[in-house]
């Protein structure tokens, strides 16, 4: 018989707009949301990211019904964050790609792969979801920490 305290999952949803002042509420609403509950780090990240998903479903997808996107983000247990963006979808999966240096745009999903565990898609009869997986772990410890530690 396990003896693990079941904590209640923290999840967070906010309908936006489906131009670029959505990607902005969205940031800010997620930022908010966590601040003081995962590292500063970690945080920064979850906002690129959150940022990056937005956009892409702002230039390159359909909006949901009423012209929005919903963006959803939950703590996990293992201390890591997932952000799911959902829209009404596109004719093409997104895909990473392979950019030059000198290129203007197309380094949003290369962005969210850097700053995530992982990501993926998922597709259903109303549109699709991008997600991401974010961990804590690696940033666990906030330079801020770092500048009273001992040596």
Same mark, same amino acid.
């Given at each position: 018989?396990?003896? !693990?305290t &079941?904590e209640? %999952?923290?999840? +967070?949803?906010? @309908?936006?707009?489906?131009?670029?002042?959505?990607?902005?509420?969205? !940031?800010r609403?997620?930022?908010?949301?966590l601040?003081?509950l995962m =590292? /500063?780090? &970690?945080?920064?990240? /979850?906002v690129?990211?959150?940022a %990056?998903l @937005?956009g892409?479903? @702002?230039r390159?997808?359909? =909006?949901l =019904?009423?012209?929005?996107v919903?963006?959803?983000?939950?703590? *996990?247990?293992?201390?890591g *964050?997932e952000?799911?963006?959902?829209?009404?979808?596109a004719? &093409?999966?997104?895909t990473e790609?392979? @950019?030059?240096?000198?290129? =203007?745009?197309?380094?949003g *999903?290369?962005i969210?792969s850097a700053?995530s565990? !992982? +990501?993926?898609?998922? !597709?259903? #009869?109303? #549109?699709?979801?991008v +997600?991401?997986?974010? &961990? $804590?772990?690696a940033?666990?410890?906030?330079?801020a920490? *770092?500048?009273? $530690?001992?040596?």
């Open positions: 018989m396990s003896t !693990r &079941t209640a %999952e923290r999840v +967070w949803c906010v @309908v936006v707009p489906h131009h670029a002042e959505g990607a902005r509420l969205a !940031r609403r997620l930022a908010a949301s601040d003081g =590292p /500063a780090m &970690t945080r920064s990240d /979850a690129a990211v959150a %990056e @937005v892409n479903s @702002v390159h997808a359909s =909006p =019904p009423g012209g929005v919903r963006v959803a983000w939950r703590l *996990l247990f293992s201390g *964050l952000i799911r963006v959902t829209d009404g979808g004719l &093409t999966a997104p790609r392979q @950019v030059s240096a000198d290129s =203007p745009d197309g380094r *999903l290369a969210v700053l565990e !992982r +990501w993926g898609v998922d !597709r259903d #009869g109303l #549109g699709q979801c +997600w991401a997986r974010l &961990t $804590a772990s940033d666990a410890v906030d330079a920490d *770092l500048a009273g $530690a001992p040596v």
